[in-house]
């Protein structure tokens, strides 16, 4: 049932200024009234008023009305603006429970926006996405998803798709009609390449994006002794990892984080490849040999002043990776085109060579692009869907091309929620905050 009144605590419940009680629902406004001096409700105004358990006053608050479909939910809604105590939160949360309310479930809200239609599945899934950004470029894409950037990048394809199966449908059912275009496997197949080409694009644009959003998974290798903890402390700006002289210091992988002006790198250090009869150290070469596996970017350390056959190895073994060959010690030696000095925080180079290379995939974030792995994920099923057809295309006969054709449009479909999976929705909304 969505029309019950539901409410929750929209604040973190910390100790602050002023947290927000907020509600949705038919009874919203009666509610409101119930506990407060209010008598007559404005829409769309910010009223002053006092809350009463009974003859108590309880709190002294500022209150928003939405009347919907004006809302977020497209109900009735209220904000309590209250102050921030975690005890007098709790107090009003309780007050509106007892006058009727139901506790909202995780991302209760936004799912009623979603289900009144007010916004769709990828809009949604980008207001918590925004809630969770840790960086500019996180925050930045989940802003345009909510400013409904998915639909923009899916109405061209998904109306030309709809326009012809239309007309195919058209065809079958009357073929007796002159004044319909003809359609025929010759004149449908140059659009089925078009839209697998294209939508190839969509999910290779959102592959390499989701690589910049995320964090780009990076390792430091090396042999032991050039530098790699060193590189990591300067790069996160923290002595994280133990630096000494002695050749194999590190042995187990030691993780950073760090933000560069557009990027994000997840900073693995590792243990020194070399040939080891050390058994500790041996464990920790072969972890290095693993986080190398499953790097997207190798950082290839060079001790300038003292390259060897070692060093040669480890280039060939890198060889063909998404790669940068970096000369540490650059105070001692230069050499090589990128040089740093991990001792003296000297890393610019480095820094700015990265975000070089990464420059095409971060200006992604100005075009309109999939989102997240159930969006991709359900565009390379529509591709597929249409690829399949296409192989034994001629064969085909028109009505089986338009239901496969209506198969891939689904997939798009379903990207924007427009058709859904209950339990799939809720499993979704569930992962939202409370009183979102
Ligand atoms: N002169 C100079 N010394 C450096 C520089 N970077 C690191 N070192 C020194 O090189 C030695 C080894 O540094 P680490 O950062 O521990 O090297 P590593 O590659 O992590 O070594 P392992 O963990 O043993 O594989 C230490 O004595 C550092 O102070 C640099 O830029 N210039
Ligand atoms: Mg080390």
Redesign the pocket.
């Known amino acids: 049932m969505l029309s019950d009144t539901i409410v929750a605590i929209s604040t973190a419940l910390k100790e602050g200024a002023i947290s927000i009680v907020r509600m949705s629902g038919d009874d919203s406004f009666e509610i409101l009234k119930s506990v407060s001096d209010i008598k007559e409700i404005e829409p769309n105004t910010i009223k002053f008023t006092h809350i009463y358990d009974g003859e108590e006053m309880i709190d002294e608050v500022l209150v928003s009305f939405f009347k919907g479909p004006k809302s977020y939910t497209r109900e009735d809604m209220v904000e309590i603006n209250c102050h921030g105590g975690i005890y007098v939160t709790r107090l009003i949360l309780n007050l509106l429970l007892a006058k009727g309310c139901r506790l909202a479930e995780a991302g209760e809200f936004t799912k009623r926006a979603y289900l009144n239609g007010r916004i769709d599945l990828s809009e949604a899934e980008s207001a918590n996405d925004l809630i969770r950004a840790t960086s500019r470029i996180q925050a930045k894409s989940a802003i345009k998803g909510i400013d409904g950037s998915i639909e923009k990048l899916l109405t061209p394809i998904m109306d030309e798709m709809k326009d012809v199966i239309s007309m195919i449908e058209v065809n079958i059912d009357y073929p007796e009609y002159e004044d319909v275009k003809e359609m025929t496997n010759v004149n449908v197949r140059p659009y089925v390449e078009k839209w697998i080409m294209d939508m190839g694009e969509m999910v290779d644009k959102a592959e390499r994006f989701r690589v910049i959003k995320d964090g780009i998974k990076t390792v430091i290798i ?1 042999k ?7 590189l990591l402390n300067a790069l996160i700006e923290k002595d994280k990892a133990i ?8 042995r187990d992988l030691v993780e950073g984080r760090v933000n560069l002006k557009n990027i994000t790198l997840n900073l693995i ?1 590792t ?2 490849i070399r040939e080891s009869e050390d058994r500790i150290e041996k464990i920790g070469i072969e972890k290095s040999r693993q986080a190398l596996e499953e790097a997207e970017l190798v950082i290839l ?1 060079i001790d300038a002043s003292n390259e060897d056959e070692e060093d040669a190895e480890l280039l060939r073994m890198t060889e063909g990776r998404n790669r940068i060959v970096v000369y ?5 030696v230069k050499r090589g085109d990128i040089n740093v ?4 925080n000297d890393v610019s180079m480095l820094v700015e060579h990265i975000e070089d290379m990464y420059k095409d995939d971060v200006s992604l974030v100005d075009e309109d692009i999939l989102n997240n792995e159930r969006q991709i994920s359900l565009m390379k099923q529509a591709r597929n869907e249409l690829e399949e057809m296409l192989k034994h295309f001629d064969d085909t006969s028109l009505d089986v091309i338009m239901l496969n054709l209506e198969e891939s449009y689904h997939y798009l479909c379903e990207i924007l929620g427009k058709e859904y999976q209950e339990d799939l929705i809720d499993h979704m909304f569930r992962n939202f905050c409370l009183g979102k």
């Open positions: 090396g032991p002794n050039v530098g790699k903890s060193s630096v000494t002289e002695i050749a194999g210091t590190t250090d243990a020194g350390v540490n010690k650059s105070d001692l000095s991990a001792l003296n």
